[in-house]
């Protein structure tokens, strides 16, 4: 068993990809398997500049769920496994080959065929750490409502746990990725940034932070 526990600390025991690690408290998942000396996991995002892949699947007792390691402390007993990465988006398309927002609805039918044939299961939503109405965002967006859709979908770090739980592969993942990309394509953006691109438009910075001279 690897020991992480500092002198004096009350040592959690769990299960990290087999290992029997002995972490602090206060650690969550993926501290207690740097510190415990679990060997790197592939897929750990934080660590390659991708939010949202630290999917694990965890066990309590007879309890299965998913949850990501980042976001979950260690208790005594459990056992977490590091699950792989998410697979390579399936789901091809440009933005720019949008010409007007009059088609949206066809060519979203055309790039996620599988939306329309939700069965309601309820999986995604169980399945989702960051406590998003996943269902119900995939029916506006096969509503063709993709702005309210796209706002559902806000909080996505793009874990992509939806998308394994889906058992009619929609990808709601990637359709909340869409429904964000395409409203912020066909709108204006925040007026609180155009209004701070203009001011500094108008007076530019130098690199050292000073307003340069005119
Ligand atoms: S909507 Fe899907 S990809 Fe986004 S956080 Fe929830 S489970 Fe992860
Ligand atoms: S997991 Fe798939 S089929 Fe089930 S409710 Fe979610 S989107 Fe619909």
Known sequence: MTDSTAPGGQAVELVINGIAVRAEPHMTIVEAAWAGGVPRVTG????????????????????????????????????????????????????????????????????????????????????????????????????????????????????????SACPEQIAPAHVGLFCRRITAFFHLRPPNLIHRLEELRQEPFSSSGDKESA
């Open 44 to 163: 750990v995002g934080c660590l390659e500049g991708v939010c949202g892949s630290c999917r694990i699947l965890l066990r309590r007792g007879q309890d299965v769920s998913v949850a990501l390691a980042c976001e979950t402390f260690a208790e005594p007993g459990i056992e977490a496994l590091f699950l792989p990465p998410p697979a390579a988006a399936r789901h091809q398309y440009e933005l720019t080959d949008f010409t007007d927002g009059w088609d949206i609805q066809a060519r979203f039918q055309e790039i996620f065929p599988e939306a329309v044939r939700c069965r309601h299961c309820h999986g995604c939503v169980r399945s989702c750490p960051k406590g998003i109405v996943v269902e119900e965002g995939i029916a506006l967006a096969a509503a063709g409502r993709f702005r309210e859709a796209g706002e559902a979908f806000l909080e996505c770090v793009m874990c992509e746990l939806c998308d």
